[in-house]
């Protein structure tokens, strides 16, 4: 999409030079008027900051005009297979399938869980296809200097990471989200007794989001004044974002209210969505918007995002968890 230079009309009316962040403002408005109501998908404009489509992400991106969005926060599937129709019908019903449906523990009901083992070589080989052509449309989608979060795990992060960097990002680190699960661990199946002593692998604690940036031309100072973005937002002048954050799995009343089985939780997606704009300014996006969750988060710290999802009962959760999602209190 074309980027406007000219003098902002916020400026003309109040008859001065023209500020570059009015610019900013100007521009992230009008491309925001433009994107929500682009295509003919099924919609939910959520409030007059927030807009959910109905569609497969790929070509979503592929629709996006380029260098219209700012930024993407994402929790895409770990996997391609659990999300196949077949394996997603066996996840609803409770049973069967890619789906491990653990037994509850001390009265509390444990989410399901990938089983990201069975994966074949073709298997591994057609998810880093995938996530190599949702990093291309995300790099024409973005504007310079627009920051990807992607979500991973440990066991597919350096897979799923690699195809962003192919595609052209710059790889600018890691945030480390620090959470004990009662994922992992898990004694030899069908030999228990024989190997008490023996885990097939660690009990996880931790959860690595990629954080990826679109080249631009010229200095960090130049690239915010053009486009406000390029750097991250500080969580106060004198306290920088950290690439750690601890923060507990989701569970009460959020769990109720969008029963996703990957939702991640406000208090976590508020810190990462809120950094991905440096300067507050500018539209987030979510290709694999899910039950609303990030969409939900950039409303509560009062950011324009538009999120796409394929599957028409999330995206029906989403717009029922929206406005309760969004409106938590930071710490619940």
């Given at each position: 999409m074309e980027h406007v230079t000219a003098?902002?009309?916020?400026?003309?009316?109040?008859?001065?030079?023209?500020?570059?962040?009015?610019?900013?403002?100007?521009?992230?408005?009008?491309v925001w008027e433009h994107i929500r109501d682009l295509g003919e998908q099924r919609r939910h404009h959520l409030s007059d900051r927030a807009t959910y489509f109905l569609d497969d992400?790929?070509?979503?991106?592929?629709?996006l005009p380029a260098q219209s969005i700012h930024a993407i926060v994402t929790d895409p599937p770990y996997g391609m297979l659990e999300y196949e129709?077949?394996?997603?019908?066996?996840?609803?019903?409770?049973?069967?399938?890619?789906?491990?449906?653990?037994?509850?523990?001390?009265?509390?009901?444990?989410?399901?869980?990938?089983?990201?083992?069975?994966?074949?070589?073709?298997?591994?080989?057609?998810?880093?296809?995938?996530?190599?052509?949702?990093?291309?449309?995300?790099l024409r989608a973005l504007v310079p200097g627009g920051h990807v979060f992607v979500a991973s795990n440990p066991l597919m992060s350096s897979m799923t990471f690699h195809a962003f960097q192919e595609a052209g990002f710059e790889k600018r680190g890691e945030i480390i989200r620090l959470v004990q699960t009662l994922r992992g661990g898990y004694k030899p199946?069908?030999?228990?007794?024989?190997?008490?002593?023996?885990?097939?692998?660690?009990?996880?604690c931790w959860e690595p989001w990629g954080m990826f940036r679109k080249p631009?031309?010229?200095?960090?100072?130049?690239n915010l004044r053009e486009w406000g973005t390029g750097g991250l937002r500080r969580v106060s002048d004198d306290e920088p974002m950290k690439d750690v954050i601890v923060c507990s799995p989701t569970r009460g009343r959020e769990k109720e209210i969008a029963p996703h089985p990957s939702l991640k939780p406000q208090r976590f997606l508020r810190q990462v969505v809120r950094a991905s704009l440096p300067l507050g300014i500018g539209i987030v996006h979510d290709p694999f918007a899910g039950s609303g969750s990030t969409l939900a988060a950039a409303e509560a710290v009062g950011y324009r995002c538009i999120g796409s999802d394929r599957d028409a009962q999330y995206l029906e959760m989403g717009r029922k968890a929206f406005r309760e999602l969004s409106t938590l209190p930071a710490g619940a």
């Open positions: 003098r902002p009309a916020r400026a003309r009316k109040a008859g001065r030079a023209p500020d570059w962040r009015d610019r900013l403002r100007d521009n992230e408005t009008r992400e790929i070509h979503w991106l592929a629709e129709d077949k394996d997603h019908k066996k996840l609803r019903a409770g049973r069967g399938g890619v789906w491990r449906i653990p037994p509850s523990f001390d009265g509390a009901k444990r989410n399901p869980l990938p089983r990201f083992t069975v994966m074949t070589n073709e298997d591994t080989a057609r998810l880093y296809s995938f996530f190599n052509a949702a990093a291309f449309g995300a199946k069908g030999s228990e007794a024989e190997f008490p002593e023996v885990s097939s692998m660690p009990r996880s631009f031309e010229g200095t960090l100072a130049d």
